[in-house]
C-alpha cells in the first residue's frame, strides 16, 4: 500500500513570504496529524482532523498558520507570514481510526527554512 | 500537563552487540499508552513498540523489548542483536486517550543512536 505522501520535500523561503504544503494521506486513513519537528526536538501536533473536521488544534499558531481538508483526504497546511522560529520540518501523518491502536503512518516531511 | 524525557542525546553500539535506551515521563494518569518510535536518517518515521499501560507484562518486537516500570514512570527500549540498519533517532512518546478519541503524541527530544561496524 502506498505511503502517506508530502509535497514539497524542502522549501526555502525568506521571513515574510508565505508557504504551503500538502499531504496525501493513506487511502482510507480517516484521521489526518501535521506536526511541527524543530531540529533537536521531537515533533509537536499542531493540528489533527477527523475526515474534515479539526479534532485539536490547540498548538496551532492560528495567527500565522492555517490548515484545510475539504474533501476528507488530502490536506493543506499554510503559513503567512513566516518567522525565522518556523523553519522545521513539517510532518503529516495519517491513521485508520481514532484510538490508540490506531498507529500513525507518517510522510518523509517537507523541510522548511526560513531565511 | 504529560512531558517525555529522553536523557541521552547521543548512543553508539557495535554491530550484534545490545544498547538500551532511556525514556521518562511524568503523568497523573492511570491509564495511558507508550510508544518507541524510529526516523532513520531522510527516511520515515516509524513505530517500534507500543505498551498499554494497563498490561505490566513488558512488549516485545523480535529483537526490540521494553522495560516498562510504571511506578518508576520508566520505559526503556532494548535492541538486542543490533543491525546497521537499526542507525536512526529514536524517540519515546506518550498518550492519554480521551473521549472524543484524539490520538495525541508527546514525544521526547530523541536519542541518536548509531550501530557501528
Known amino acids: 500500500e502506498a505511503g502517506v505522501a508530502q509535497s514539497p520535500r524542502y522549501k526555502i523561503i525568506e521571513k515574510r513570504q508565505s508557504v504551503a504544503f500538502w499531504c496525501n494521506p493513506i487511502?482510507?486513513?480517516?484521521?489526518l496529524y501535521w506536526y511541527q519537528q524543530i531540529l533537536g526536538q521531537g515533533p509537536k501536533l499542531l493540528i489533527q482532523f477527523q475526515n474534515n473536521g479539526v479534532v485539536d488544534d490547540s498548538q496551532l499558531p492560528k495567527d500565522r498558520f492555517s490548515a484545510e481538508r475539504l474533501k476528507g483526504v488530502d490536506s493543506t497546511l499554510k503559513i503567512q507570514p513566516a518567522k525565522l522560529e518556523d523553519s522545521a520540518v513539517y510532518l503529516c501523518a495519517s491513521s485508520l481510526w481514532l484510538g490508540p491502536q490506531g498507529e500513525q503512518y507518517f510522510g518523509p516531511g517537507t523541510r522548511l527554512t526560513v531565511t | 500537563a504529560q512531558t517525555v524525557t529522553q536523557s541521552q542525546p547521543e548512543m553508539s553500539v557495535q554491530e550484534a552487540e545490545t544498547v538500551t535506551l532511556s525514556c521518562t515521563y511524568d503523568t497523573s494518569e492511570n491509564n495511558y499508552y507508550l510508544f518507541w518510535y524510529k526516523q532513520p536518517p531522510s527516511r520515515q518515521m516509524i513505530l517500534v513498540i507500543r505498551?498499554?499501560?494497563?498490561?505490566?507484562q513488558n512488549a516485545t518486537e523480535n529483537r526490540f523489548s521494553v522495560n516498562f516500570q510504571k511506578a518508576a514512570k520508566s520505559f526503556s527500549l532494548k535492541i538486542s542483536d543490533s543491525q546497521l540498519g537499526d542507525t536512526a533517532m529514536y524517540f519515546c512518546?506518550?498518550?492519554?486517550?480521551?473521549?472524543?478519541?484524539?490520538?495525541?503524541?508527546?514525544f521526547g527530544t530523541g536519542t541518536l543512536l548509531a550501530v557501528q561496524p
Open positions: 487511502s482510507g486513513h480517516a484521521t
Open positions: 505498551q498499554e499501560a494497563y498490561k505490566q
Open positions: 512518546a506518550f498518550m492519554k486517550p480521551r473521549d472524543g478519541a484524539t490520538n495525541k503524541l508527546i
